[in-house]
């Protein structure tokens, strides 16, 4: 736990974009309110956001899932239509995307909860501005960093430059979350695949890993629904618990 606050504060962080980061940062938030946790979450920044519809979007549900619903503004900071590179999103807008604010803003936030989770939006090198990324976000905040990471080919290589990325900023990775975001087959040779990055994973990341947790088809059918079932599965409560008993 950083020394800023006695409030435990996490990043979450992923290997790529669409790899789980919002399903596992919601199953977090219900585990440990269930677990009798005040949870608090931001999600500074987000592309591909409807405005007609912020409800469907990634903050949205978040948002929906913390009691009593903060306000939108305050999980997301920057709420960009376009789905591409947030610096891109900014250009095209005109906005400036200022690190040192979403600082501030976490902050405030941090001390209203006992938990808080930040997520990130694609992984560790997104540029964020000009002169910064998503590392340089989470620096700047102080934090430890779950990585979530599929366990599909090529996802060895993908993680252990990801821990190799944190660790070069002096972030420490206090846990590794393997997720299957896309439904899977019982093809001999994509077993063979998962089955081989799994073990590699937890081989050679030095971090402890939580998983696999297989793709859920009630979390796209019915996000509430199927982020409770997500939230009581035994990876997400040891995970739950391995952040409270450690205090990373």
Known sequence: ??????HLAIFMTATDTGVGKTTITAALVLALQKKGHRVG?????????????PETSDTGRLQSLLSPPPAFASICLYGFPQPIAPL???RATGTTIDVAGIATAFHVVRQQHSVCFVEGAGGVFTPLSPTHTIRDLIVSLNLPAIVVSRTSLGSVNHLLLTLEALHGA??????????????STQNECFIQQRTSTINLIQEWS???????????EAVQTDWRSGMENLANHPEIQRLANHLIENEP
């Open 1 to 6: 736990m950083s020394a800023q606050s006695d």
């Open 41 to 53: 979450v931001m999600k500074p920044v987000e592309t591909g956001l409807d405005p007609q519809q």
């Open 88 to 90: 891109d999103c900014a």
């Open 170 to 183: 002096g972030i420490k990775p206090c846990g590794i979350v393997l997720n299957d975001p896309l439904p």
């Open 206 to 216: 030095r971090v402890p890993v939580f998983g696999p947790l297989e793709y859920q």
